[in-house]
């Protein structure tokens, strides 16, 4: 069936580091692929998404390429800040329904 | 635009009780969702539906029903609650389309006792 895998946290990093957040997905055809935010207190909100093959999401500074060969979707930015701490999720988009699978979540907190 | 709306924000009942979550949209989206957030489970889908008057069951429906009798409105029913329905709801909207996003609300913490 289809699942999502996210590396486990917390991740605990000093600002302006480099951060890198895994994810792996299992799926039957091509989906689209998604990475949501959820700051404190807050529902989720999208960050990013690919729908194909080597696409690249972008915004806020953060990244994430579509990897087919390697079924990753890896969560990338440069220099991180205060204000990034928060969790993030990978998700899968299900076309039935336009279902999203989800993985378990990483909390990333971002240290001055 | 108010977006994704919940009531309440959050709630306790005792084992046995019973109680509606209401999810409300302003976006006129046609699809929409109710999840469960557990720690380290990730969000898992309840119900949702894709269109007024239909729902459908998701990964975790057991212990929950759903009804969808106006599109803006989504109603995630607990008839007789337990323990292990103690969690943070989230309710989501979105609209037709392949990739479209969906949109979410702030939640609601249930506690069961």
């Known amino acids: 069936g289809n699942s999502v895998t996210q590396m486990e946290g917390p991740v605990t990093l000093s600002e302006e580091a480099f951060l890198t957040i895994n994810c792996t997905y299992t799926?039957?055809?091509?989906?689209?692929l998604f990475w949501y935010v959820q700051y404190p207190g807050e529902g989720l909100q999208l960050l990013l998404k690919a729908t194909k093959a080597d696409d690249k999401g972008s915004n806020k500074g953060f990244e994430a390429t579509y990897r087919k060969e390697t079924t990753s979707f890896h969560l990338e930015k440069g220099s991180v800040q205060v204000s990034d701490s928060a969790v993030y999720f990978c998700?899968?988009?299900?076309?039935?329904?336009?279902?999203?699978?989800f993985g378990q979540g990483t909390e990333l907190s971002v240290k001055p | 635009n108010a977006g994704v709306t919940q009531t309440p924000k959050f709630r306790v009942l005792k084992t046995g009780q019973s109680m509606t979550l209401l999810c409300a949209q302003d976006m006129n989206h046609e699809y929409m969702y109710w999840y469960r957030q557990d720690p380290g489970m990730g969000l898992r889908l309840i119900h949702y539906?894709?269109?007024?008057?239909?729902?459908a069951k998701g990964e975790v429906p057991d212990g929950y029903n759903v009804s969808r009798l106006k599109k803006q409105n989504f109603l995630l029913g607990l008839e007789s609650a337990a323990p292990s329905q103690t969690s943070v709801y989230f309710c989501a909207s979105r609209t037709q389309g392949r990739d479209n996003e969906q949109f979410f609300g702030p939640g609601t913490r249930l506690t069961v006792l």
């Open positions: 539906s894709v269109g007024e008057g239909t729902t």
């Open positions: 998700a899968l988009l299900y076309n039935q329904g336009g279902k999203l699978i």
């Open positions: 799926a039957t055809g091509y989906p689209s």
